[in-house]
């Protein structure tokens, strides 16, 4: 295992069920603020009522052999128990976060070995900065698409698009210029470390955001005038309210 790069092993495809139809695929990531451990993704792909999009549950793809990639295994994530949801989600001034996280059982949990999870050490700290084109990466999979051989995301390279730390338009979110697609909702959005972090552990990466969606312009010319190209990532520091016990 120690030729796969551990960022990849963060992240997880989704598909989304209702009963034994299937919906959508998305992107999820693992974080775990203690000794629990998250599932994280948009909110939108657990419950969207624009789009009638209403799963019963999630499966996604885990690893089960460290020595072979090509084995895993599908685990179902229930969404409700006795008529509840059982994901958790937010709000702020601005309206609904379109972020959600959902508690998984470590005791059922067939990964062990074979999964990555982001901590509190992986978001920003109060005294770092991070400047307009700063490089990131998005991980996941767009439309999909993956290696499917050994069930492994990709990568696309990203900018920070707008000023980090202002909400963009009073929303709890800023800006990344990088080509997306759909499928890569709920992927993480980082940013590389570049010096000794021991705390880090084999994940030398600051998680800064959670991608949700494209941004378009609603005066955009459909014939003359190309897409933006921009899209929608959510302060990754709302996981320490979303998981707080």
């Given amino acids: 295992m120690s030729i796969v790069e551990p960022l990849l092993l963060t992240t997880v495809r989704i598909s989304t069920y209702n009963r034994q139809e299937l919906?959508?695929?998305?992107?999820?990531?693992?974080?775990?603020p203690d000794e629990r451990l998250f599932l994280v993704t948009s909110r939108h792909v657990?419950?969207?009522k624009p789009s009638e999009h209403f799963p019963d549950r999630l499966v996604i793809e885990i690893h089960v052999d460290p020595d072979n990639m090509a084995y895993a295994t599908d685990y179902s994530i229930p969404l409700y128990h006795n008529g509840m949801s059982l994901w958790r989600q937010a709000v702020d001034t601005a309206g609904?976060?379109?972020?959600?996280?959902?508690?998984?059982?470590?005791?059922?949990?067939p990964g062990t070995d074979t999964y990555r999870a982001f901590t509190a050490n992986h978001l920003l700290g109060p005294h770092e900065q991070i400047e307009v084109g700063t490089t990131l990466l998005i991980v996941g999979y767009p439309l999909g698409f993956h290696d499917n051989l050994h069930h492994m995301p990709i990568v696309r390279h990203a900018v920070v698009a707008s000023s980090f730390g202002l909400r963009f338009q009073g929303e709890g979110f800023f800006l990344t210029d990088a080509r997306t697609h759909r499928g890569i909702s709920g992927a993480p959005v980082v940013m590389p470390?570049?010096?000794h972090a021991p705390e880090l552990g084999d994940l030398p990466w600051r998680l800064l955001g959670i991608h949700s969606a494209r941004l378009d312009v609603g005066t955009r010319d459909l014939q003359l005038d190309e897409v933006l190209g921009l899209n929608c990532s959510w302060y990754a520091d709302i996981l320490l309210t979303l998981t707080k016990n």
């Fill in 193 to 195: 470390v570049s010096v």
């Fill in 23 to 32: 919906l959508t695929n998305a992107t999820g990531f693992f974080f775990a």
């Fill in 46 to 48: 657990m419950h969207d």
């Fill in 96 to 109: 609904e976060v379109d972020v959600a996280v959902i508690e998984i059982d470590r005791g059922r949990f």
